[in-house]
């Protein structure tokens, strides 16, 4: 599996790895989910840097018991363990800090104008291009591993993308006219970056400075959304800011209101 694909065993992964995320890197033909397998791998007391890579996912998860597809090769799905020791207060941070650097990475590798749609999705005109997945271990309220899932879909040209998401997903390959980066290259621009970032979440400072990067690769900041709340209720606003939180800040009809990422069902653009 993955021979007609780009290279993306454990050399190519640690290769590309240039700081402390990447390596070791536990490379799977095929997982479940990558996230099950390294939440399982950081239980058994791997460091904060690991990774689990894979061609294909017979289980893939996406938030709230979706499923995330991919086809063998043409994604790059992986997920890295952290051990963030951060106040649980501070989690909503990690997403944010995650869709900014893959945003970022696709800007800087291949040229896309990609954008975050708070809270988990990062998006090309519109359209999804990747999804994040953190899960957590909490020591009481204390925030001792997490497992930063991706999944980004890469090389899509001959795939058969299914209905429910044909209208609504997109690909490198599909946004890129010329050769696209191979996989293991996007992930070693995309590591860099979000080490980066972490530092701001787990430095303990003013996240003033996450924030401000953040805003400026959001799609959704100053646009008329439509949230779906887990209790199941809908609220439409103006979405305004990123809160200190990662909380997204909403002006609704009757005020401000902060949304977190737990609430949150689906956030849809009103257009
Ligand atoms: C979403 O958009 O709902 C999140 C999708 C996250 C998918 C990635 S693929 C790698 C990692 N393993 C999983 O099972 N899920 C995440």
Known sequence: MGAMHDPLGP??????????????????????????EALAW?????????????EHQT?????????????????????????????FDRLGLLPVALGTAVATALEDACGIAARTKWPNDVTVRGRKIAGILVETKLVGSNVDIAVAGVGLNHDWSGVQVPGGIADTATSVSTEVADAIPPRA???????????????????????????????????????????????????????????????????????????????????????
């Open 11 to 36: 050399d190519a992964v640690e290769a590309v790895a240039r700081g402390r995320f990447g390596r070791p890197c536990r490379y799977l033909p095929e997982v479940g989910s990558t996230n099950t």
């Open 42 to 54: 950081a239980a058994d007391g791997a460091d904060e840097g690991a990774i689990v890579v894979t």
């Open 59 to 87: 289980a893939g998860r996406g938030r709230r018991g979706r499923t995330w597809f991919d086809e063998p090769g043409t994604s790059l799905l992986f997920s890295l363990i952290l051990r963030p020791g951060i106040a």
């Open 185 to 271: 290259t996007m992930l070693g621009e995309l590591l860099a970056a979000f080490e980066l970032l972490y530092q701001l979440v787990v430095g303990g400072s003013d996240p003033a400075e996450l924030l401000d990067r953040a805003r400026s690769r959001s799609g959704v900041l100053g646009q008329p959304v439509g949230i779906r709340t887990a209790e199941g209720s809908l609220v439409s606003g103006i979405a305004r800011d990123l809160t200190a939180d990662g909380g997204l800040q909403v002006e609704t009809e009757g005020g401000p209101r902060v949304f977190h990422v737990g609430e949150v069902e689906q956030l849809r653009p009103v257009r």
